[in-house]
T-cell receptor, first 112, second 114 residues
């Protein structure tokens, strides 16, 4: 029973490099989300998806892209990394509004 | 529209003392309310949830929360704090008003002193 799995767990990027964060869930959840967590800022929603093939912008989408080609996977891409994108990224999935979220363990990204 | 306010970014208690973490919400429709816990270097874990059944909700690790509509509150309590309860706690609200996005509070860090 893996739940939500995020890869990688740690990554260091140079400014301008690109990368993709992978989120996989095995609970057949329709809804998936990407958040970033920064000290004193709480959780901020980057993008989300309400089903396979759908994506939508959250609170802080600039500099990120996402794709949900398969129901179980939600990919977060950084096109050209900037130091301001240094953060801890969390993926979450949910079966619906009244079920709550299942979170992954996070990806700690440092952009130098 | 919905919002969540967690009063106090840090709460400090002694081991064995009552834990009270405050959460107030606003929602134009009946809400779903949640508490999550985040231990250091981990993701958030669902502690308990209110979804319009019993107003007193029991969760994991001895925590409970009471939904009070008149006060628009959903405070988290535990009768006796353990050292292992030291963590960040987040309150969240979602509603059936059409948004798929829950709103999270800023979090409250619980510090437990021996």
């Amino acid at each position: 029973n893996a739940g939500v799995t995020q890869t990688p767990k740690f990554r260091v990027l140079k400014t301008g490099q690109s990368m993709t964060l992978l989120c996989a869930q095995d609970m057949n959840h329709e809804y998936m989300y990407w958040y970033r967590q920064d000290p004193g800022m709480g959780l901020r929603l980057i993008h989300y998806s309400v089903g396979e093939g759908t994506t939508a912008k959250g609170e802080v989408p600039d500099g990120y892209n996402v794709s949900r080609l398969k129901k179980q996977n939600f990919l977060l891409g950084l096109e050209s990394a900037a130091p301001s994108q240094t953060s801890v990224y969390f993926c979450a999935s949910s079966a619906g509004l009244n079920y709550g979220y299942t979170f992954g363990s996070g990806t700690r990204l440092t952009v130098v | 529209a919905q919002s969540v306010t967690q009063l106090g970014s840090h709460v400090s208690v002694s081991e064995g003392a009552l834990v009270l973490l405050r959460c107030n919400y606003s929602s134009s429709v009946p809400p779903y309310l949640f508490w999550y816990v985040q231990y250091p270097n981990q993701g958030l874990q669902l502690l308990l949830k209110y979804t319009s059944a019993a107003t007193l909700v029991k969760g994991i690790n001895g925590f409970e929360a009471e939904f009070k509509k008149s006060e628009t509150s959903f405070h988290l309590t535990k009768p006796s704090a353990h050292m292992s309860d030291a963590a960040e706690y987040f309150c969240a609200v979602s509603s059936s008003g059409g948004s798929y996005i829950p709103t999270f509070g800023r979090g409250t860090s619980l510090i437990v002193h021996p």
